[in-house]
């Protein structure tokens, strides 16, 4: 299990406030917490370095630059073996329609999101998996009608305690 790093008020607020935006200057982000903008970097470069603060993305609004199809399909592997789920693993990492992909717990052994050009472009991918060997036993799609709720940060103040 990965070992649990301590962090501080601080901290917490300065990871807040950059899953909100990113974008925001060293100057701004030390002025919102308190800190000189040396200290308040070197926060920020310790969360980077101990892999607290990962990457930093860019959100694009789909909806606004290309028609397109958001589904998520229910993986079940017809065999349970380390190596199986490795191979599963390796194969769904090369299809870049696969857009995240979670190891699950229940009646499905993966979630997977696929965001494509349209439904026939995830018929045909689903197919070419289905039929490339990789172990794939049952394959349920859920095609998503509607965002209701965007991501918007991790609930970190009753996640983490300080």
Request: include cysteine; hydrophobic fraction near 40%.
């Amino acid at each position: 299990m990965n070992e649990l790093k301590k962090i501080n008020k601080i901290d917490l607020k300065i990871l807040s406030i950059l899953q909100k935006n990113a974008r925001i200057t060293n100057q701004q982000l030390a002025e919102e917490v308190h800190l000189s903008a040396s200290a308040c970097l070197s926060r920020v470069k310790r969360l980077e370095s101990e892999g607290i603060l990962k990457r930093y993305i860019t959100e694009i609004n789909l909806e606004k630059l290309a028609p397109h199809v958001e589904a998520f399909a229910e993986v079940t592997l017809e065999n349970h073996a380390p190596e199986d789920f490795e191979r599963f693993d390796d194969e769904i990492e090369k299809v870049k329609e696969v857009t995240d992909s979670y190891k699950i717990s229940g009646a499905y052994d993966y979630l997977l999101k696929f965001v494509c050009t349209d439904v026939r472009r995830y018929n045909r991918i689903s197919d070419e998996l289905i039929k490339s060997h990789i172990g794939i036993g049952k394959l349920s799609t859920l095609i998503i009608l509607e965002r209701t709720k965007d991501f918007s940060g991790y609930p970190l103040e009753s996640l983490v305690e300080v």
